[in-house]
């Protein structure tokens, strides 16, 4: 796929990330969009995973710890024909499937989210047991900043650096906010470089919204040579490609309404659909 | 079980269990250690779990459960993961540990998560087939391993996990009462029913050894009859207040009353042995008599 290929379909499914959260009035936009370019390198490119046999054994896993942010992978999934396209439309409407956090009901969900610090446990167990069973699939792991202050990540961070779990690659959205405030100001994080690497793993550091980084740094995670688990930091940015939602805390879970709808539709550069 | 080729993995939570450590030694691949770290267990079990293995999660009662709760609902019960947590040591478990190491409000927080089956062993023969039941059993497993329980109760034909209800005295026509129970003071149960039975009150001794039990079975077997319920768990969400739940859903009008740990004054501060605890609570055999002929 090239570069602008990919490009567009980011642009797509961001456009309809929007389409889901201004029609239900609500859902955790400006999450999604900090993760968009991560989720769609991931899914379009990266992970082995065959859309028609959804549950194939060899496939590679993705489990989305930050789950809040997993109506990203909603239109990526019926872009790939996981889904049906018109069951984006049932997002967070009764009865429906697509929640604000995905579950196993959905084809292509490898994990069922919701509580966050859980994810990342989760995913050090899918490794234990590719690494036990001498399988070449690999596990992915999206785990939010915020989310990292939860013991349990760090729990399952030694974890998976003491067996060195170098089938398991995660990925920290560092978009520097939780539902409050900037990480920074609630509780301090940094260095988490440092942390992680502390913890056993390999640590790179990206812009998690260029797109050839992204690709960079997962290029060579099917057979990388060193034994630790992979932790890549992607600097990102809540809300991305939306000014008024950018770094904006009050943003958290709420979708622009009123004036502030056509203002994201035209920062988007589509129209409202 | 292991050696026949079933794909278990033993989450050990750094806690010492005779059964198991001999397989920390011959399979080791099979025996996964995370440490203190009672959340992750219950993670990484679940990660097992969804990759097809079936791990038996286990550690120092009550913390497999009670240091979990929320990887237990969210990350097990809420993918229906089939596994077994195990949890060894009940109600006050070890006191003279104190009061951080009882485990006697599991049944009220297990029951509160659906889709999880709790089990009490009651006999080693019990012990034995849950083993095999557990492989078969499509949802996650709570075990309560009471290591004051010994002997043989049962015959292995006479379990069955999905009806959860063993009668272990049975006066027949005769009875005038039934006490139920679980875990290690069935014992104590049966020893009182011979007693009563030479004053004249005929009383069946019931094991509810697996929650959910068979509601429509368990009722014939009571009928009208007064029911005392005794428990080494907190008076309050455990089996008497499932029995308080179930008369109520069939507007049965069975006399009741429920024996079990009342904290009403908060945790002891003191520390002591299980024998002194249930005699602070009124648990003792001679309780259970005295509170059986008042129900009459």
């Known amino acids: ?273 | 079980m292991i050696e026949h080729g079933e794909d278990i993995i033993i989450v050990s939570e750094d806690y010492a269990a005779p059964m198991f450590d001999s397989l920390r030694v011959t399979h080791p691949e099979r025996f996964l250690g995370v440490g203190i770290a009672e959340q992750n267990g219950m993670a990484v079990a679940s990660g097992l779990a969804l990759t097809g293995k079936y791990p038996i999660v286990y550690g120092c009662a009550p913390f497999p459960l009670t240091r979990a709760v929320d990887q237990l609902k969210s990350a097990v019960a809420g993918m229906h993961l089939p596994m077994t947590i195990l949890n060894s040591g009940i109600g006050f478990g070890v006191p003279e540990f104190g009061a951080t190491h009882y485990n006697a409000d599991d049944i009220a927080i297990v029951r509160g998560i659906p889709g999880v089956r709790i089990i009490t062993p009651s006999d080693n023969i019990m012990a034995a087939k849950l083993a095999d039941f557990s492989l078969q059993c499509k949802e996650p497993l709570y075990v309560r391993f009471d290591k004051n329980c010994e002997g043989e109760l049962y015959a292995p034909d006479e379990i069955d996990f999905n009806c959860g209800i063993g009668v272990l005295n049975d006066p027949g026509d005769r009875a005038n009462a039934v006490i139920i129970t679980c875990g290690c003071l069935i014992n104590d149960c049966l020893n009182i029913a011979k007693v009563a039975a030479d004053g004249g009150i005929n009383v069946k001794v019931v094991d509810l050894y697996s929650l959910p039990f068979d509601e429509e079975e368990l009722l014939s077997i009571l009928g009208d009859l007064p029911v005392l319920t005794v428990e080494e768990h907190n008076v309050n969400g455990g089996i008497g207040t499932a029995l308080l739940e179930l008369f109520n859903r069939h507007k049965r009008k069975n006399a009741i009353t429920r024996m079990g740990i009342d904290f009403k004054e908060g945790y002891p501060s003191v520390s002591g042995s299980r024998e002194y605890f249930m005699k602070e609570f009124e648990l003792t055999p001679e309780d259970i008599y005295k509170e059986l002929k008042s129900l009459l």
């Open chain 1, 1 to 273: 796929m090239t570069t602008q290929q990919l490009e567009e379909k980011i642009c797509l499914a961001k456009r309809k990330v929007l389409d889901m959260c201004v029609a239900a009035g609500k859902g955790h936009l400006t999450t999604a969009y900090s993760c968009a370019e991560i989720v769609a390198v991931l899914f379009y490119e990266v992970m082995r995973i065959d859309p028609k046999v959804p549950r194939w054994e060899e496939r590679d896993r993705f489990v989305m710890s930050k789950n809040h942010g997993s109506v990203m992978t909603y239109p990526i999934l019926a872009d790939l024909g996981y889904i049906e396209e018109k069951e984006l439309g049932t997002f967070m409407r009764d009865g429906t499937r697509l929640g604000g956090h995905s579950k196993l009901c959905i084809p292509g969900v490898d994990f069922a989210g919701g509580s966050l610090g859980i994810g990342l446990g989760a995913a050090v167990g899918m490794a234990y047991a590719a690494k036990l069973d001498q399988k070449d699939w690999l596990t992915f792991c999206l785990v939010g900043d915020a989310e990292s202050y939860e013991g349990a990540i760090w729990e399952a961070a030694m974890l998976a650096g003491h067996h060195k779990l170098n089938n398991l690659v995660g990925i920290l959205d560092r978009n520097r906010l939780g539902v409050t405030g900037f990480t920074e100001d609630i509780l301090k994080i940094e260095p988490i470089d440092k942390k992680w690497e502390a913890f056993g793993w390999e640590v790179r550091e990206i812009n998690g919204h260029d797109i050839s980084q992204v690709r960079e740094a997962l290029t060579d995670v099917r057979g990388r040579e060193s034994d630790k688990p992979l932790m890549i930091i992607a600097q990102t940015t809540k809300g991305n490609g939306i000014d008024f939602m950018s770094d904006a805390p009050l943003f958290h879970g709420e979708p622009p309404r009123g004036a502030d709808v056509e203002r994201a539709y035209a920062q988007l550069g589509v129209k409202e659909s």
